[in-house]
């Protein structure tokens, strides 16, 4: 239902007039995320409390108003577009508070506002440590990386955003709050509300509140660089040298055209004869730890070809090797106007021969698919980079992502590790899971949000 003027003054009278647009040029800039793809909401809002939102939610659900929930609108996959207009209830004004930081049960109590960043930071300070460390984390949102459950580099050792959330407080749909969890590290009294609600892309109910573990942050840590004659000899690299006790905090991949592309775009100074790089931290409480992780990774990549391995004793060298990581995607520009961005994950062992297969889905078609990402957990980025300006590329890029997604789907893989289903990926959804799994997706969501008023079109739903 589009919102009119009746609407619109009962919202103001709940958030004031200053937190509530309609004009241009806010619902322009509420419009896109880092897809490019523009829907204009009919109104931005920006909600100062838990209360203002289940003030909001319980009137625009017997109004049959649509609810978009949005962090900093960073990810990749549309999660936070208002597809079908509605409000867009924006986070970042006044529901970005640390609340708390208990250091004696080490945990951190935040609003969804909050900037993955400035929490790490914050706890850094305070002799704590939290690893989820998404490649947007300078401005993506701590309520948008739970939203779409985010990873990063650190996830290879560390894990995921889900491994961190202990509680979330929400608002459902007809306005009542909940509290999902415990501040306890074990609590298995009732059903896991709270792992429901990660990585629901806000189509279940709007977070309000976080309680994140915390770790002692490590007291060394040191990056390498394997250098590899192709992208064979690095994914064989990856599992075997886990598998034989390697425990980086990150192992990244890039493959000869990234490195390429980032020494063109960044001017890096990397191996230009590698065919395929990995790089990454290991991290320990006692210098010896650290020296075991790198010589176990050395000897693991030289039986497995490496032609080098480097240690960056120097803060330069591993802030360059950092910038040269970082910069991936914004330097493979060079090779076409539109990237088609996929994140796909496999079981490590399958590293080798998904990436030999995704090559030759690219060869078919005659594209460059850069590759690079967390190798250390299963997850690449895979892109597939195509002329934005002519129509028969972009559908044979879609083709290409097709087939990318039932080949690693048939590898026991998935969809996405990290950036979520979104509205870009819900039309592959029955590529990955059966018509019972759907529909009991479909069956939550009735529970969750029964007018459908929450982020309607995302995942599928």
């Avoid at 984390?137 to 560390?158: D, I």
């Avoid at 957990?377 to 300006?389: A, F, Q, R, T, W």
């Avoid at 590898?411 to 950036?419: A, K, N, Y």
Wanted: hydrophobic residues 40%; proline residues 4%.
């Amino acid at each position: 239902m589009k919102i009119d003027n009746e609407d619109i003054d009962y919202i103001k009278s709940i958030v004031g007039s200053e937190n509530i647009y309609t004009d241009k040029a806010h619902k322009r800039a509420y419009s896109y995320d880092a897809t490019r793809t523009f829907y204009e909401p009919d109104a931005v809002v920006f909600p100062r409390s838990e209360e203002d939102i289940s003030k909001i939610l319980s009137y625009c659900n017997e109004r049959g108003i649509v609810i978009v929930p949005r962090g900093a609108g960073s990810g990749f996959t549309g999660g936070a577009l208002p597809v079908n207009g509605g409000i867009t209830l924006a986070m970042e004004r006044h529901m970005n508070k640390i609340l708390e930081v208990d250091l004696e049960n080490m945990l951190a109590i935040v609003q969804p506002g909050v900037i993955n960043k400035d929490l790490q930071r914050h706890v850094e300070e305070l002799g704590l440590f939290y690893p989820p460390d998404p490649a947007s984390e300078e401005y993506s949102t701590l309520g948008g990386n739970v939203s779409e459950n985010a990873g990063g580099m650190r996830a290879a050792k560390y894990g995921l955003t889900k491994d961190y959330v202990m509680a979330l407080r929400a608002v459902l749909a007809n306005g009542d709050t909940i509290r999902a969890g415990k501040k306890t590290i074990k609590d298995v009294a009732g059903y896991n509300s709270a792992g429901i609600l990660i990585a629901s892309e806000g189509t279940l109910a709007v977070i309000t509140e976080i309680t994140l573990k915390l770790l002692p942050k490590p007291k060394f840590v040191k990056s390498y660089m394997g250098v590899f004659p192709d992208v064979n000899s690095a994914m064989n690299a990856v599992f075997k040298s886990l598998a034989e006790g390697a425990n980086p905090v990150a192992m990244e991949f890039l493959d000869s055209l990234v490195v390429s592309a980032v020494q063109e775009k960044l001017g890096v100074n990397l191996p230009s004869e590698a065919g395929a790089l990995l790089i990454g931290d290991v991290d320990g409480n006692v210098k010896e730890e650290v020296e075991f992780q790198l010589r176990t990774l050395e000897e693991s990549f030289r039986d497995n070809g490496a032609i080098d391995f480097e240690i960056a004793q120097e803060k330069e060298k591993r802030d360059e090797l950092w910038r040269a990581r970082k910069g991936a995607s914004q330097s493979i520009t060079i090779f076409g106007s539109k990237k088609l961005n996929e994140d796909i994950s496999v079981p490590r062992s399958r590293l080798p021969e998904a990436l030999e297969k995704i090559y030759k889905i690219g060869e078919k078609y005659n594209f460059k698919v850069p590759c690079f990402g967390h190798a250390g957990d299963g997850n690449i980025h895979v892109n597939v980079m195509v002329d934005g300006s002519n129509p028969k590329e972009l559908e044979d890029g879609h083709k290409a992502i097709k087939e990318i997604f039932q080949l690693v789907v048939d590898m026991e893989g998935t969809l996405s590790g990290e950036h979520g289903i979104g509205l870009s990926k819900a039309e592959f959804m029955d590529i990955a899971f059966n018509e019972a799994e759907l529909n009991l997706f479909k069956q939550i969501k009735d529970a969750f949000d029964p007018n459908r008023i929450l982020n309607p079109g995302k995942m599928g739903l």
